[in-house]
């Protein structure tokens, strides 16, 4: 991996052209995709083990990932009964603009590594269904690009690095791209320990081992239709949205890079990003009322309820668990996000029955890029929507703004 992932140009020139059999007009394995479960399998089965399991884990005993998941499951809808619901409306206003759906695209770093410029095939794939798409800081497409070709509503996420002018930087450039929305994301403490990472060789630095060149091999499509297609086009991936000193490598530079994110941060740092940033300002990774209190005083315009979907601290309670306290809390004064454990349409109901303004997806979405790009985007995203009209049918709502924890069953 230390070779492959140097950032430096590579000497492999293929004709990509008749190499790429996951193209847009694949449709075939899609189609079989029924619900978020269908496209995850796709996408394990097309992708190296490191990198699904970089996406598809949490961290050490995956005791968070999993309970997100409980959570929700053991949330139970009322049926409402003889209540008009032959026109379904699923859309909402996010920030004061229509979105298609209660719901944005969470960021995460690695949709670039699951095909060629994924945050660029996932951002058209949210343009596409009327939804907002948020790029991470570790994204290997730049944001220029994504500004320039993906449409739609665009925001940014930010890690803050500890020489915080270097950050400011980056915000500035966000902001001269045309991006509408800020989230830096708070909850990284000193890294996540993800065991998985270490074992497969996709913890930083990156290093080839034995088992992870194998991998690779083992997966020839992947290797031609994403990695060929980045050395062909200029070299292996590189984290393009980092302040320049960091961009050069994903092995030692990343590292360094990494060690250097915050964690020298305090509220005050809110105040700094206001007065660079005059867009939507949110926190993501708020997890107690007092901490939401605290960025409402600082002025934000939005908060994410989020644990990073179990990836951080393995000992975080649910997001659904902590939601209608921070909503008590401050959901009169700030626009209350939550992500964590979203697979289905009908956890968008439970999201906002328990006071969401609306919700973030994470892998759901991302299940949908690893398996077939653009297409796979459209096709989670178009499975969410469907299964959200008919929860929203059930529980007697024929809009969003009629979604309230009366729907919800209290034992
Ligand atoms: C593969 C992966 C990479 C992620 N990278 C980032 C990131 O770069 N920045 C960030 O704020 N959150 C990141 N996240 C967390 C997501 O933004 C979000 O909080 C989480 O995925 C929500 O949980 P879900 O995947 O169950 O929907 C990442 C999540 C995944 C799965």
Not at 42 to 59: H, N
Not at 93 to 99: D, E, L, N, V
Not at 322 to 343: C, E, F, M, N
Request: charged fraction near 25%; charge should be positive; include cysteine.
């Amino acid at each position: 991996m230390r070779g492959l992932l140097t950032g430096q140009e590579g000497e492999l020139c293929l004709s990509l052209e008749k190499t790429t059999t996951w193209g847009r007009d694949d449709m075939g394995r899609l189609d079989r995709c029924y619900n978020i479960a269908d496209l995850r399998e796709v996408a394990r089965r097309r992708l190296p083990k490191g990198v699904f399991q970089y996406l598809d884990l949490g961290t050490e005993d995956l005791v968070a990932l999993r309970n997100n998941r409980q959570v929700l499951d053991e949330i139970k809808l009322l049926n409402k009964v003889l209540v008009d619901v032959s026109t379904i409306d699923t859309t909402t206003q996010i920030f004061g603009k229509p979105s298609s759906l209660p719901m944005a695209i969470a960021p995460t770093g690695i949709a670039g590594m699951t095909w060629y410029e994924g945050e660029l095939a996932l951002a058209k794939a949210a343009a596409a269904a009327g939804v907002p798409f948020t790029l991470a800081t570790g994204s290997n497409t730049s944001m220029e690009k994504i500004a320039d070709e993906a449409g739609g509503r665009l925001w940014f996420q930010l890690y803050m690095w500890r020489e915080k002018q270097l950050s400011y930087e980056v915000v500035k450039r966000a902001y001269r791209a045309g991006y509408e929305a800020l989230i830096w994301t708070v909850d990284i403490g000193l890294g996540a320990n993800r065991e998985h990472n270490k074992r497969n060789g996709y913890h930083q630095p990156y290093k080839l081992n034995m088992k992870s060149a194998l991998d690779m091999v083992a997966h020839p499509e992947w290797m031609m239709s994403v990695m060929a297609r980045y050395m062909a086009n200029g070299g292996l991936p590189k984290h393009v949205n980092y302040p320049p000193q960091y961009q050069q490598s994903v092995t030692g530079a990343v590292s360094q890079a990494k060690a250097l994110r915050a964690d020298q941060v305090s509220f005050d740092d809110i105040d700094r990003l206001r007065d660079i940033w005059p867009g939507k300002l949110i926190i993501k990774g708020i997890m107690r009322p007092d901490d939401a209190q605290k960025c409402v005083e600082r002025g934000v315009d939005g908060i994410v309820v989020s644990n990073h979907g179990g990836r951080n601290m393995d000992s975080a309670p649910a997001t659904l668990d902590v939601l209608p306290g921070i909503v008590q809390a401050v959901g009169h004064k700030t626009t209350v996000i939550v992500d964590s454990g979203v697979r289905r349409g009908s956890d968008l109901v439970k999201c906002l029955a328990l006071g969401a303004k609306f919700a973030l997806t994470g892998r759901a979405t991302l299940y949908g890029v690893g398996a077939g790009g653009q297409a796979g985007g459209e096709k989670a995203l178009a499975i969410l929507t469907d299964e959200l009209r008919r929860t929203m049918s059930y529980v007697g709502c024929a809009q969003t703004n009629e979604i309230t924890d009366d729907m919800i069953w209290k034992k």
